[in-house]
């Protein structure tokens, strides 16, 4: 169909299909006809709330698990940069339960995509990680050179935000 605006030369303007109309429908009949198969489905176009409820829990699940993971990337880094070498000067008791666990606990999760399942590994994940920060912290507090305040505030900067989600 040719529209000619204003001043302007021709332009072609597209009709745009409406799902659930066909072409031959007009806008001024209001019938519609009944649903094609590549449609959506009666119960998703009945109920938007819930599709877009679903997307903002994703999301905010996604965003947890990134925090999470952020987190444990900087406990590695604070580990390789600041506790390695300090390691070295004085022994420290480990607790290898812990991150054993906290590696259970993230494997299982890489194995689902959402869920409440999904949603428990998060938090108990999330938990994991900060037990595993605070007997780092109380590890530490018996010496009291230095480098052990520094990787201590380091840490805890760590557990802050690792409380904050």
């Known amino acids: 169909?040719?529209?000619?605006?204003?001043?302007?030369?021709?332009?072609l303007e597209e009709e745009k299909a409406v799902p659930g109309?066909?072409?031959k429908d007009g806008d001024k009949s209001g019938e519609i006809s009944p649903p094609s198969p590549g449609d959506p489905r009666p119960e998703r176009v009945a109920r938007p709330g819930l599709a877009r409820c679903e997307t903002l829990r994703e999301m905010a699940l996604r965003?947890?698990?990134?925090?999470?993971?952020?987190?444990t990337s900087q406990l590695v880094e604070v580990e390789q940069t600041l506790l390695l070498p300090l390691l070295q000067q004085h022994p420290l008791p480990l607790y290898p339960k812990g991150s054993i666990e906290f590696r259970n606990i993230c494997s299982h999760?890489?194995?689902?995509?959402e869920g409440q399942q999904f949603e428990k590994d998060l938090?108990?994940?999330?938990?994991c990680l900060k037990t595993i920060i605070e007997k780092l912290i109380c590890s530490l507090?018996?010496?009291?050179?230095?480098?052990?305040?520094?990787?201590?505030f380091a840490l805890r900067q760590i557990l802050q935000n690792l409380l904050a989600m």
């Open 21 to 23: 109309k066909s072409p």
């Open 63 to 71: 965003s947890k698990l990134s925090r999470l993971v952020e987190a």
């Open 123 to 127: 938090r108990e994940a999330q938990q």
């Open 1 to 11: 169909m040719e529209v000619s605006e204003p001043g302007g030369a021709p332009e």
């Open 141 to 152: 507090a018996v010496f009291p050179s230095d480098s052990c305040i520094s990787v201590r």
């Open 109 to 113: 999760m890489a194995l689902q995509r």
